[in-house]
């Protein structure tokens, strides 16, 4: 194992080479902890020099109804009555506090997510 440190997207690339030949090595071997580690160095450059906008609350709801087949109708629970509903969807209106907690607690969407922008 010759792990160094990556420092520009030249180590970048070959990093990932490495990555290709290793993926599905099993763990606790030579090959296994060669991949860990390189993953992990992968995470640090890619977070550091390729860093992902936080995401967008309408989206992350939206992606979530998509993911389990969920209406409009369906958010009424979490939201409000279904004008309100349309307004947060059609970004008419901001997410309060108390639809974001019902948001993460009744759909499991990270908060992270939905505090996202928020002033």
């Known amino acids: 194992m010759n792990i160094k440190p990556i420092r ?14 290793l993926w599905g090595a099993e763990t606790n071997t030579p090959e296994g902890d060669e ?7 992968i995470e640090k450059y890619e977070d550091e020099h390729y860093p992902m906008p936080p995401s967008d609350p309408i989206e ?3 992606f979530r109804m998509d ?7 369906d958010l009424e629970a979490y939201i409000g009555p279904s004008g ?3 307004e947060v969807l059609n970004r008419k209106r ?3 506090l108390r639809m974001i907690k019902r948001l993460h607690e009744g759909l ?3 908060y992270e997510s939905l505090l996202s922008g928020a002033a």
């Open 8 to 21: 520009n997207d030249d180590d970048l690339a070959a990093a990932l080479g490495r990555t290709q030949q």
């Open 35 to 41: 991949l860990e580690v390189l993953a992990l160095l």
């Open 60 to 62: 992350a709801i939206k």
């Open 67 to 73: 993911q389990q087949g969920l209406t409009p109708r």
């Open 84 to 86: 309100r509903v349309s």
């Open 94 to 96: 901001p997410l309060s």
């Open 108 to 110: 499991h969407i990270p």
